[in-house]
Protein backbone atom coordinates (compact mmCIF):
# COMPACT_ATOMS: atom_id res chain seq x y z
CA UNK A 1 0.00 0.00 0.00
CA UNK A 2 1.43 3.55 -0.66
CA UNK A 3 2.53 5.85 1.96
CA UNK A 4 0.85 8.93 1.61
CA UNK A 5 2.41 12.06 0.03
CA UNK A 6 3.91 14.28 2.06
CA UNK A 7 3.97 17.99 1.64
CA UNK A 8 6.56 20.32 3.12
CA UNK A 9 5.37 23.50 4.95
CA UNK A 10 7.66 26.53 5.05
CA UNK A 11 10.25 25.35 7.35
CA UNK A 12 10.64 22.31 5.02
CA UNK A 13 8.96 19.87 7.54
CA UNK A 14 7.05 17.51 6.02
CA UNK A 15 3.43 17.71 6.40
CA UNK A 16 1.12 14.41 6.36
CA UNK A 17 -1.72 15.28 3.28
CA UNK A 18 -4.27 13.76 5.35
CA UNK A 19 -3.94 16.58 8.11
CA UNK A 20 -3.55 19.52 5.10
CA UNK A 21 -6.83 18.41 3.59
CA UNK A 22 -8.31 18.88 6.93
CA UNK A 23 -6.95 22.44 7.65
CA UNK A 24 -8.50 22.86 4.12
CA UNK A 25 -11.94 22.52 4.80
CA UNK A 26 -12.72 25.71 6.75
CA UNK A 27 -11.45 27.49 4.50
CA UNK A 28 -14.17 25.94 1.61
CA UNK A 29 -16.31 25.89 4.34
CA UNK A 30 -16.01 29.91 4.67
CA UNK A 31 -16.25 30.51 0.80
CA UNK A 32 -19.57 28.77 0.62
CA UNK A 33 -20.66 30.76 3.10
CA UNK A 34 -19.95 33.83 1.44
CA UNK A 35 -21.31 32.59 -1.61
CA UNK A 36 -24.46 32.07 -0.18
CA UNK A 37 -24.38 35.73 1.55
CA UNK A 38 -23.69 37.02 -2.27
CA UNK A 39 -26.16 35.46 -3.39
CA UNK A 40 -29.21 36.62 -1.16
CA UNK A 41 -27.88 39.79 -1.24
CA UNK A 42 -28.10 39.95 -4.45
CA UNK A 43 -31.70 38.09 -4.38
CA UNK A 44 -32.46 41.01 -2.00
CA UNK A 45 -31.26 43.53 -4.09
CA UNK A 46 -32.70 42.38 -7.19
CA UNK A 47 -36.09 42.32 -5.35
CA UNK A 48 -35.95 45.90 -4.39
CA UNK A 49 -34.64 47.17 -7.60
CA UNK A 50 -37.52 45.36 -10.21
CA UNK A 51 -40.65 45.80 -7.10
CA UNK A 52 -41.24 49.28 -8.98
CA UNK A 53 -44.54 50.82 -10.64
CA UNK A 54 -44.09 52.58 -14.11
CA UNK A 55 -45.04 56.26 -13.99
CA UNK A 56 -47.69 57.73 -15.80
CA UNK A 57 -47.62 58.88 -19.27
CA UNK A 58 -49.14 61.72 -21.28
CA UNK A 59 -51.91 59.97 -23.58
CA UNK A 60 -51.90 62.81 -26.46
CA UNK A 61 -48.19 63.00 -26.58
CA UNK A 62 -47.80 59.29 -26.86
CA UNK A 63 -50.39 58.68 -29.13
CA UNK A 64 -48.88 61.61 -31.70
CA UNK A 65 -45.62 59.79 -31.62
CA UNK A 66 -47.13 56.58 -32.65
CA UNK A 67 -48.92 58.33 -35.41
CA UNK A 68 -45.43 60.51 -36.68
CA UNK A 69 -43.49 56.80 -36.34
CA UNK A 70 -46.12 55.09 -38.51
CA UNK A 71 -47.11 58.21 -41.02
CA UNK A 72 -50.51 57.92 -39.22
CA UNK A 73 -53.65 59.76 -39.47
CA UNK A 74 -55.02 60.85 -35.59
CA UNK A 75 -59.08 60.30 -36.49
CA UNK A 76 -61.16 59.70 -33.99
CA UNK A 77 -60.74 56.54 -31.83
CA UNK A 78 -57.01 56.64 -32.41
CA UNK A 79 -55.73 58.84 -28.75
CA UNK A 80 -57.25 55.39 -27.51
CA UNK A 81 -56.68 52.88 -29.51
CA UNK A 82 -52.72 54.04 -28.75
CA UNK A 83 -53.32 54.23 -25.38
CA UNK A 84 -54.27 50.73 -25.43
CA UNK A 85 -51.22 49.88 -27.48
CA UNK A 86 -48.93 51.63 -25.03
CA UNK A 87 -50.62 50.45 -21.64
CA UNK A 88 -49.97 47.01 -22.61
CA UNK A 89 -46.55 47.71 -24.15
CA UNK A 90 -45.73 49.17 -20.76
CA UNK A 91 -47.52 46.05 -18.76
CA UNK A 92 -44.75 43.60 -20.82
CA UNK A 93 -41.76 46.30 -21.08
CA UNK A 94 -41.39 47.42 -17.78
CA UNK A 95 -38.42 47.32 -15.27
CA UNK A 96 -38.47 43.44 -14.60
CA UNK A 97 -40.79 43.06 -17.54
CA UNK A 98 -43.91 40.74 -17.16
CA UNK A 99 -43.41 38.77 -13.51
CA UNK A 100 -46.74 37.30 -13.13
CA UNK A 101 -45.45 33.80 -14.79
CA UNK A 102 -41.88 34.19 -13.49
CA UNK A 103 -40.65 30.73 -11.48
CA UNK A 104 -37.48 31.66 -10.63
CA UNK A 105 -36.00 33.74 -7.63
CA UNK A 106 -36.51 36.57 -6.94
CA UNK A 107 -39.47 37.11 -9.17
CA UNK A 108 -41.37 34.04 -7.61
CA UNK A 109 -40.80 35.58 -4.15
CA UNK A 110 -42.43 38.55 -5.08
CA UNK A 111 -46.28 39.69 -5.45
CA UNK A 112 -46.69 43.39 -5.32
CA UNK A 113 -46.01 43.97 -9.35
CA UNK A 114 -47.90 40.32 -10.43
CA UNK A 115 -50.73 42.00 -8.54
CA UNK A 116 -50.55 45.06 -10.36
CA UNK A 117 -50.05 43.28 -13.35
CA UNK A 118 -53.00 41.79 -13.21
CA UNK A 119 -55.12 44.96 -12.21
CA UNK A 120 -53.81 46.80 -15.29
CA UNK A 121 -54.66 43.52 -17.10
CA UNK A 122 -58.42 43.21 -15.93
CA UNK A 123 -58.73 46.90 -17.37
CA UNK A 124 -56.97 45.90 -20.99
CA UNK A 125 -59.65 42.84 -20.91
CA UNK A 126 -62.36 44.95 -20.22
CA UNK A 127 -61.34 47.74 -23.20
CA UNK A 128 -60.55 45.34 -25.66
CA UNK A 129 -63.38 43.36 -25.34
CA UNK A 130 -65.52 46.56 -25.29
CA UNK A 131 -63.65 48.03 -28.48
CA UNK A 132 -64.83 44.38 -30.65
CA UNK A 133 -67.82 44.00 -29.10
CA UNK A 134 -69.30 47.61 -29.46
CA UNK A 135 -67.20 50.58 -30.32
CA UNK A 136 -66.06 49.24 -33.51
CA UNK A 137 -69.39 48.39 -34.64
CA UNK A 138 -72.64 50.43 -35.82
CA UNK A 139 -75.12 48.71 -34.55
CA UNK A 140 -75.21 44.69 -32.86
CA UNK A 141 -76.24 43.17 -36.50
CA UNK A 142 -73.00 44.55 -38.05
CA UNK A 143 -69.62 42.20 -38.57
CA UNK A 144 -67.53 42.59 -36.14
CA UNK A 145 -63.72 43.75 -36.70
CA UNK A 146 -61.83 40.86 -38.03
CA UNK A 147 -58.52 41.79 -35.83
CA UNK A 148 -60.38 42.68 -32.87
CA UNK A 149 -61.80 39.38 -33.13
CA UNK A 150 -58.51 37.50 -33.07
CA UNK A 151 -56.70 40.13 -30.66
CA UNK A 152 -59.76 39.74 -27.96
CA UNK A 153 -58.88 36.01 -26.47
CA UNK A 154 -55.33 36.58 -26.60
CA UNK A 155 -55.84 39.14 -23.87
CA UNK A 156 -58.06 36.90 -21.97
CA UNK A 157 -55.59 33.75 -21.89
CA UNK A 158 -54.27 32.65 -18.55
CA UNK A 159 -52.28 35.56 -16.71
CA UNK A 160 -49.67 33.51 -15.13
CA UNK A 161 -48.88 30.79 -17.96
CA UNK A 162 -45.02 30.01 -17.95
CA UNK A 163 -44.99 27.25 -20.14
CA UNK A 164 -45.76 26.91 -24.40
CA UNK A 165 -47.40 29.82 -25.03
CA UNK A 166 -46.47 31.64 -22.36
CA UNK A 167 -48.69 34.86 -21.33
CA UNK A 168 -46.26 37.62 -22.72
CA UNK A 169 -46.50 35.43 -26.63
CA UNK A 170 -50.19 35.55 -26.40
CA UNK A 171 -50.51 39.16 -25.05
CA UNK A 172 -47.82 40.45 -27.90
CA UNK A 173 -49.80 38.98 -30.58
CA UNK A 174 -52.93 40.52 -29.20
CA UNK A 175 -51.16 43.36 -29.60
CA UNK A 176 -49.73 42.80 -33.15
CA UNK A 177 -53.65 42.47 -34.04
CA UNK A 178 -54.65 45.64 -32.30
CA UNK A 179 -51.85 47.02 -33.91
CA UNK A 180 -53.25 46.52 -37.14
CA UNK A 181 -56.63 47.47 -36.02
CA UNK A 182 -55.16 50.97 -35.36
CA UNK A 183 -53.15 50.66 -38.70
CA UNK A 184 -56.34 50.43 -40.27
CA UNK A 185 -58.11 52.93 -38.46
CA UNK A 186 -55.91 55.33 -39.70
CA UNK A 187 -56.33 54.62 -43.28
CA UNK A 188 -58.67 56.58 -45.31
CA UNK A 189 -59.13 54.06 -47.56
CA UNK A 190 -59.82 51.23 -45.35
CA UNK A 191 -63.84 51.45 -44.26
CA UNK A 192 -63.78 48.82 -42.19
CA UNK A 193 -61.99 49.66 -39.33
CA UNK A 194 -64.04 51.69 -37.47
CA UNK A 195 -64.15 53.82 -34.22
CA UNK A 196 -67.83 54.97 -32.86
CA UNK A 197 -67.52 57.72 -30.07
CA UNK A 198 -71.07 57.41 -29.32
CA UNK A 199 -72.99 57.78 -26.43
CA UNK A 200 -74.46 54.51 -25.83
CA UNK A 201 -71.25 52.56 -26.92
CA UNK A 202 -69.56 54.91 -23.88
CA UNK A 203 -72.16 54.14 -21.33
CA UNK A 204 -71.28 50.57 -22.02
CA UNK A 205 -67.95 50.75 -21.08
CA UNK A 206 -68.69 53.52 -18.12
CA UNK A 207 -71.06 50.28 -16.97
CA UNK A 208 -68.46 47.54 -17.25
CA UNK A 209 -65.83 50.25 -15.07
CA UNK A 210 -68.28 51.17 -12.74
CA UNK A 211 -68.78 47.26 -11.61
CA UNK A 212 -64.81 46.95 -11.67
CA UNK A 213 -64.88 50.07 -9.58
CA UNK A 214 -67.56 48.88 -7.07
CA UNK A 215 -65.28 45.38 -6.72
CA UNK A 216 -62.18 46.82 -6.05
CA UNK A 217 -63.23 49.22 -3.36
CA UNK A 218 -65.45 46.20 -1.94
CA UNK A 219 -62.80 44.42 -1.63
CA UNK A 220 -60.19 47.24 0.45
CA UNK A 221 -63.11 48.06 2.74
CA UNK A 222 -63.04 44.32 3.73
CA UNK A 223 -59.53 44.91 5.37
CA UNK A 224 -60.44 45.47 8.98
CA UNK A 225 -63.82 43.34 9.06
CA UNK A 226 -67.14 44.98 8.63
CA UNK A 227 -70.91 42.88 8.77
CA UNK A 228 -73.01 43.35 5.65
CA UNK A 229 -76.57 43.20 4.95
CA UNK A 230 -77.53 41.46 2.05
CA UNK A 231 -78.91 43.22 -0.47
CA UNK A 232 -78.62 40.84 -3.27
CA UNK A 233 -81.64 41.12 -4.66
CA UNK A 234 -82.90 44.62 -3.22
CA UNK A 235 -85.64 45.66 -5.08
CA UNK A 236 -86.81 42.73 -6.44
CA UNK A 237 -89.68 41.02 -4.53
CA UNK A 238 -90.03 37.75 -6.71
CA UNK A 239 -86.17 37.32 -7.19
CA UNK A 240 -84.51 34.20 -6.26
CA UNK A 241 -81.59 32.57 -5.39
CA UNK A 242 -79.72 29.49 -6.86
CA UNK A 243 -77.61 29.04 -2.79
CA UNK A 244 -78.74 30.12 0.34
CA UNK A 245 -77.17 33.24 2.19
CA UNK A 246 -77.74 34.68 5.41
CA UNK A 247 -79.52 38.34 5.91
CA UNK A 248 -76.51 39.71 7.31
CA UNK A 249 -72.61 38.36 6.54
CA UNK A 250 -69.46 38.91 8.08
CA UNK A 251 -66.91 40.11 5.69
CA UNK A 252 -63.02 40.31 6.25
CA UNK A 253 -60.33 39.89 3.92
CA UNK A 254 -57.54 37.54 4.87
CA UNK A 255 -54.19 38.72 6.43
CA UNK A 256 -52.30 37.20 3.59
CA UNK A 257 -54.42 38.89 0.67
CA UNK A 258 -54.56 42.38 1.89
CA UNK A 259 -51.47 43.54 -0.15
CA UNK A 260 -52.50 41.63 -3.17
CA UNK A 261 -55.96 43.67 -3.22
CA UNK A 262 -54.07 46.71 -2.56
CA UNK A 263 -51.63 46.70 -5.48
CA UNK A 264 -54.27 44.76 -7.69
CA UNK A 265 -56.13 48.31 -7.13
CA UNK A 266 -53.12 50.23 -8.01
CA UNK A 267 -52.87 48.49 -11.07
CA UNK A 268 -56.72 48.73 -12.01
CA UNK A 269 -56.68 52.38 -11.23
CA UNK A 270 -53.36 53.20 -12.97
CA UNK A 271 -54.63 51.85 -16.44
CA UNK A 272 -57.97 53.32 -15.76
CA UNK A 273 -56.57 56.57 -15.25
CA UNK A 274 -55.17 56.45 -19.12
CA UNK A 275 -57.87 54.92 -20.95
CA UNK A 276 -60.07 57.70 -18.87
CA UNK A 277 -58.10 60.48 -20.44
CA UNK A 278 -58.13 59.10 -23.58
CA UNK A 279 -61.69 59.01 -23.93
CA UNK A 280 -62.13 62.59 -22.55
CA UNK A 281 -60.39 63.19 -26.26
CA UNK A 282 -62.33 60.91 -28.25
CA UNK A 283 -65.36 61.13 -27.15
CA UNK A 284 -65.27 65.07 -26.42
CA UNK A 285 -68.41 66.39 -28.69
CA UNK A 286 -70.38 63.45 -26.42
CA UNK A 287 -68.91 64.57 -23.67
CA UNK A 288 -69.51 68.82 -24.17
CA UNK A 289 -73.29 68.05 -25.56
CA UNK A 290 -73.74 66.76 -22.55
CA UNK A 291 -72.09 69.27 -20.02
CA UNK A 292 -70.38 66.20 -18.94
CA UNK A 293 -66.71 66.81 -19.91
CA UNK A 294 -65.76 68.24 -16.03
CA UNK A 295 -67.69 64.71 -14.26
CA UNK A 296 -64.93 63.29 -16.31
CA UNK A 297 -62.53 65.53 -15.16
CA UNK A 298 -63.45 65.25 -11.41
CA UNK A 299 -63.26 61.57 -11.64
CA UNK A 300 -59.88 61.04 -13.20
CA UNK A 301 -58.37 63.59 -10.20
CA UNK A 302 -60.19 61.73 -7.85
CA UNK A 303 -58.26 58.18 -8.96
CA UNK A 304 -54.83 59.94 -9.79
CA UNK A 305 -55.10 60.12 -6.04
CA UNK A 306 -54.38 56.50 -5.78
CA UNK A 307 -51.29 56.40 -7.42
CA UNK A 308 -49.65 58.81 -4.98
CA UNK A 309 -46.24 57.78 -3.15
CA UNK A 310 -46.33 55.32 -0.72
CA UNK A 311 -43.94 56.44 2.26
CA UNK A 312 -43.63 53.00 4.50
CA UNK A 313 -41.83 49.65 3.29
CA UNK A 314 -44.92 48.15 3.95
CA UNK A 315 -49.00 48.26 3.36
CA UNK A 316 -50.50 49.59 6.64
CA UNK A 317 -53.77 47.99 7.68
CA UNK A 318 -54.60 49.08 11.25
CA UNK A 319 -58.26 49.28 12.22
CA UNK A 320 -60.58 52.62 10.93
CA UNK A 321 -59.82 54.97 13.64
CA UNK A 322 -56.72 53.19 15.36
CA UNK A 323 -53.06 53.81 16.09
CA UNK A 324 -52.07 53.05 12.72
CA UNK A 325 -52.97 53.79 9.35
CA UNK A 326 -55.03 52.07 7.02
CA UNK A 327 -53.59 51.92 2.98
CA UNK A 328 -56.79 50.13 2.07
CA UNK A 329 -59.20 52.65 3.61
CA UNK A 330 -58.01 55.23 2.19
CA UNK A 331 -57.48 53.47 -1.29
CA UNK A 332 -61.27 52.36 -0.77
CA UNK A 333 -62.08 56.08 -0.10
CA UNK A 334 -60.74 56.97 -3.57
CA UNK A 335 -61.96 54.63 -6.00
CA UNK A 336 -65.16 54.83 -3.79
CA UNK A 337 -65.81 58.67 -5.16
CA UNK A 338 -64.56 57.87 -8.47
CA UNK A 339 -67.17 55.52 -8.67
CA UNK A 340 -69.53 57.45 -7.27
CA UNK A 341 -68.60 60.14 -9.96
CA UNK A 342 -68.62 57.17 -12.70
CA UNK A 343 -72.41 56.64 -11.99
CA UNK A 344 -73.12 60.00 -12.21
CA UNK A 345 -71.63 60.72 -15.17
CA UNK A 346 -73.14 57.50 -17.17
CA UNK A 347 -77.10 58.98 -15.96
CA UNK A 348 -76.28 62.41 -17.45
CA UNK A 349 -75.21 60.14 -20.55
CA UNK A 350 -78.24 58.04 -20.37
CA UNK A 351 -80.74 61.59 -20.42
CA UNK A 352 -82.24 63.04 -23.23
Known sequence: ???????????????????????????????????????????????????????????EQKAKQHAAMHNDNMVTGYVTAATFLEVTDVLLSKRGGYMSNDILPPFVLMDNVPN???????????????????????????????????????????NDSWWFPSTESMLKEGRMYFHAYLERLSDDNDMDAQFFARTDNLVTWLTLVEKRLGDLSQNLSASVGEDRVNTDNEGDDVATYSTYKPSELRV?????????????????????????????????????????????????????????????????????????????????????????????????????
Do not use: C
Request: cysteine-free; hydrophobic content about 45%; overall charge negative.
Open 116 to 158: WEFGVLVQVRDMVRVMRNDISRSQSQSKEDDDLKEADPKFHFD
Open 1 to 59: MDNPVDVKDTDNKPIDSERYAVQKKPLRKRMGLWLLVFFLLAQLFMVFYYDHEPPMFNV
Open 252 to 352: KTSWFEIDDNFYEARGATWALIHFLKAIEVDFKPVLEKKNALVSLQQIIRELEATQDTIWTPMILNGSGFGVFANHSLVMASYISRANAGVIDLRRILERN
